[in-house]
């Protein structure tokens, strides 16, 4: 397993979770973007937000303001820190990467649904 989620959980609308993502170290380093994507059971995935390996990152409008994606490469880990959280955040959310650079344009990339690694997911259920 190369991408491993953890972090979801309950909680209430206006609360908070920290969701983090290890990634193996080749495939850390290889990849050029690293993102969370959502799935709503019956939806289809949405990208939630995304990062580079200099910082710069992305959002979904949905989650702007509220979301913060960062990374630690000294433990190739990336996270997603989730503040007031909202009923319409009840997802499955997923770690993905992509080791192709057509994915990053002006020095910044966006969380897609067809990024070659995935993670099993981690429920975040918010009432």
């Known amino acids: 397993v190369q991408l491993v989620e953890s972090g979801g959980g309950s909680v209430q609308a206006g609360g908070s979770l920290r969701l983090s993502c290890v990634v193996s170290?080749?495939?850390?380093?290889?990849?050029?973007?690293m993102a969370w994507i959502r799935q709503v059971p019956g939806k289809e995935r949405e990208g939630v937000a995304a990062i580079v390996s200099d910082g710069r990152s992305s959002y979904a409008d949905s989650v702007k303001g509220r979301f913060t994606i960062s990374r630690d490469n000294a433990k190739n880990t990336v996270y997603l820190q989730m503040n007031s959280l909202k009923s319409e955040d009840t997802a499955l959310y997923y770690c993905a990467t992509s080791l192709d650079p057509t994915y990053c344009s002006g020095g910044y990339c966006r969380a897609r649904t067809d990024f070659e690694n995935w993670g099993q997911g981690t429920q975040v259920t918010v009432s």
């Open positions: 170290p080749y495939i850390y380093v290889s990849s050029t973007c």
